[in-house]
């Protein structure tokens, strides 16, 4: 079965970077498409980003886009998450997610597989 476990998150201030990391295993990694969702307290879970099983196609949210980027390593087995002039609205904690599949969702229900979390909490 599918493992995922998320890393990297912590606390940082408005205009600062932060990199997740999703580590995978179980299965192999190249025939997974990868997302990444966020849930802030109070709110429904939000699609961030995709990334498709080569790493040549990408989606992100509207509210990252332009200030996150998703990438993986295939070699590795990991996910990324770079996100960078934070802002106190991108607190929450951050999940990786992924689906046995060729095409990229944007929908938390097409994803199957998930990890724990990591919490980010960006400082006004």
């Known amino acids: 079965q599918v493992q995922l476990v998320e890393s990297g998150g912590g606390l940082v201030q408005t205009g600062g970077s932060l990199r997740l990391s999703c580590a995978f295993s179980g299965r192999t990694f190249s025939t997974y498409v990868m997302a990444w969702f966020r849930q802030a307290p109070g709110k429904e879970r939000e699609f961030v980003a995709v990334i498709s099983r080569s790493g040549g196609s990408t989606d992100y949210g509207a509210s990252v886009k332009g200030r996150f980027t998703i990438s993986r390593d295939n070699a590795k087995n990991t996910v990324y998450l770079q996100m960078n002039s934070l802002k106190p609205e991108d607190t929450a904690v951050y999940y990786c997610?992924?689906?046995?599949?060729?095409?990229?969702?944007?929908?938390?229900?097409?994803?199957?597989?998930w990890g724990q979390g990591t919490q980010v909490t960006v400082s006004s």
């Open positions: 997610a992924a689906r046995n599949d060729a095409r990229v969702f944007r929908v938390e229900s097409q994803y199957n597989n």
